[in-house]
């Protein structure tokens, strides 16, 4: 089935078969469905190492769709979009899934709380928050008219370097602790060499995928008349963590809140403190360049998505209420990037 909306969208990326709106949703679907068996084959390789490696490893190439849709956006020359894609996933995750999460595994907890280990919660948020340190200074910088606005792009690249340090330490610490997670895993479904090719196929497939989903992407927003910093916040960002919406929900509705908030805090501390550090970097070789200098709207949000997300999680428990409160903001955010350029 993935195989075969990656081939149709294909297609349609060199023909004029389908319409752009009908050639972005395929591609967007076969995307989300790359990511899963993208996160299936890193899961089935990862068994074989223990749950903190999986945890990570998961994340990791989990987050393959993501990077390339950055870096093909930016070749593309639509900053706007690499952007609020990049945000849009650390927002998605740490707001609209962490929040579902909650909500699902709350209302199945005994007294409506969910309960789960204090430390990735907490690492995660300081990740967050360092990663959001250095966006809202720059910020202010712009704001401030601070002679420093005018070198967004060396504060970028020291701050990717210094962001990529802190967190190959916290990473070292984290594996060499044993991880989050006691849960068992279980046996492998699949064998070692089998698992390895389905990781290089999918993750093959999700470079190609997401060209085309880039490139459908233009003539659907002028078709549907939505904003492309909406499209980046909310449709990308949405499409390329379907994986981490549906392995934490399952895995919260389950009662193993331990795994379900290990595979969403996982995803977020990648994605601000590794993912958008590398794709700084990376895009110094583009034509584009992706930098740390956000909109002040999505500085603002970061800084207090960050917040409140330690507020919530930090104590090592949670309500379907608090849950909700994550979904709410998500929905907020997203309706003022509507209403964006």
């Given at each position: 089935?993935v195989?075969?909306?990656?081939a ?13 709106v ?7 679907v076969?995307l ?26 998961q994340?990791?190439l ?13 070749r593309a ?6 952007q ?40 995660t ?31 970028s690249?020291?701050?990717a ?17 044993g ?6 895993l ?9 698992s ?43 499409a390329g ?13 389950r009662?193993r ?21 590398v ?6 070789l ?8 956000l ?15 330690w ?27 509507a209403?964006?350029?």
């Amino acid at each position: 089935m993935v195989a075969a909306l990656s081939a149709l969208a294909g297609v349609a990326r060199y023909t004029s078969v389908l319409p752009p709106v009908a050639a972005f949703a395929v591609a967007a679907v076969a995307l989300a469905g790359l990511a899963w068996l993208v996160s299936f084959a890193t899961e089935q390789t990862g068994r074989r190492f223990g749950p903190a490696i999986t945890g990570v490893m998961q994340a990791t190439l989990g987050n393959l769709p993501e990077f390339f849709v950055v870096l093909f956006a930016l070749r593309a020359g639509q900053l706007l979009v690499a952007q609020t894609a990049i945000v849009g996933s650390i927002l998605v995750n740490a707001l609209l899934v962490l929040g579902l999460v909650i909500v699902v595994g709350a209302g199945g907890a005994r007294g409506g709380v969910m309960r789960f280990s204090r430390r990735l919660p907490t690492d995660t948020a300081t990740l967050l928050l360092t990663s959001t340190f250095i966006i809202v200074l720059i910020a202010l910088t712009r704001v401030g008219g601070d002679p420093a606005r005018h070198h967004a792009r060396t504060i970028s690249i020291v701050g990717a370097v210094a962001l990529l340090g802190v967190y190959a330490w916290w990473l070292r610490q984290y594996l060499s602790g044993g991880g989050e997670g006691d849960e068992g895993l279980g046996p492998a479904r699949l064998p070692i060499a089998l698992s390895l090719a389905l990781l290089v196929l999918s993750g093959t497939g999700a470079a190609f995928v997401s060209d085309w989903f880039v490139h459908a992407l233009r003539p659907t927003i002028h078709t549907l008349h939505i904003s492309r910093a909406f499209a980046g916040l909310v449709i990308i960002a949405i499409a390329g963590n379907a994986v981490e919406h549906a392995v934490g929900i399952v895995l919260a509705r389950r009662g193993r809140f331990e795994l379900a908030i290990s595979v969403v805090k996982n995803s977020v501390a990648q994605i601000a403190a590794f993912l958008y550090p590398v794709l700084v970097l990376v895009s110094l070789l583009t034509a584009t360049t992706l930098t740390f200098s956000l909109n002040a709207v999505y500085a603002g949000a970061l800084f207090g998505t960050a917040v409140i997300v330690w507020q919530i999680t930090g104590d090592g428990e949670a309500t379907a209420f608090e849950g909700a409160a994550l979904v709410a903001a998500y929905v907020i955010l997203a309706a003022v990037a509507a209403f964006q350029g």
